[in-house]
């Protein structure tokens, strides 16, 4: 039973254009999300996250827009460049005053950035 | 500042033996997570340790334990180990449970290959 999903296996992107990663959950408890980017031979390494009592949040070039109602989140890279490739991974949790459940992760979506 | 180190980088071994994977975390950090990652999937949370306690389990059998000791660093340890335990493993640092998942800081992982 798979909690968080990305139905997409991997994108691929011009330079200079918008990537669009999507990701959908099921469970409505979880009110916390993040996006980890994972290079080869590298550990996961935190991007960007959103709460669930927003819509949208920016950190340069990268945005996550959530619609709580069909459960779904995407991240949007723009402009996309080469050093962006690698592997997303859409992660959620349900958090608590003394901390949070366990992040639970999607397969991930490999992105490949083509100059 | 060194980041989240994990040792050894690689590991063959056969069935029905047991392996132990370590980690040093992130300095000032002093709770580790350990991630199973198997090809094609998102990483699925092991368990954690925090004051040389385990304070939460993923869906994971007794033939997986662990350790953190105090110097904070862990140990993973998998007994009678099955081809379907081949995986990346990963380990995370945060400082303090009260930060919660989402400050997670993780290595570049062991890659277990049982035969």
């Known amino acids: 039973d798979q909690q968080v999903k990305q139905n997409s296996p991997s994108l691929s992107v011009q330079e200079g254009r918008i990537s669009i990663l999507n990701c959908d959950y099921t469970?409505?408890?979880?009110?916390?999300f993040l996006w980890y980017k994972k290079y080869p031979a590298e550990g996961p390494t935190f991007l960007i996250s959103i709460s669930s009592i927003k819509d949208k949040n920016e950190d340069g070039r990268f945005t996550v827009f959530l619609n709580k109602s069909a459960k779904h989140l995407s991240l949007h890279i723009v402009p996309s460049q080469p050093g962006d490739s690698a592997v997303y991974f859409c992660a959620a949790t349900k958090t608590w005053n003394s901390g949070n459940t366990p992040l639970v992760f999607g397969k991930g979506t490999r992105l490949s950035v083509i100059a | 500042d060194a980041g989240v180190t994990q040792s050894p980088t690689h590991l063959i071994k056969t069935r029905g033996q047991q392996v132990t994977l370590r980690c040093s975390p992130k300095?000032?950090?002093?709770?580790v997570s350990w991630y199973q990652q198997a090809l094609g999937q998102g990483p699925q949370f092991i368990f954690q340790?925090?004051?040389?306690?385990?304070?939460q389990r993923g869906n994971f059998p007794d033939r997986f334990s662990g350790h953190q000791f105090p110097n904070y660093s862990s140990e993973l340890n998998v007994n009678a180990l099955l081809l379907g335990d081949s995986a990346l493993y990963l380990c995370?640092?945060?400082?303090?449970?009260?930060?919660?998942?989402?400050?997670?800081?993780f290595g570049p992982g062991t890659r277990l290959t049982v035969t």
């Open positions: 340790y925090y004051e040389e306690e385990e304070r």
């Open positions: 469970n409505s408890m979880f009110d916390y």
């Open positions: 300095s000032g950090h002093d709770t």
């Open positions: 995370a640092s945060s400082a303090g449970l009260g930060q919660g998942y989402y400050e997670q800081y």
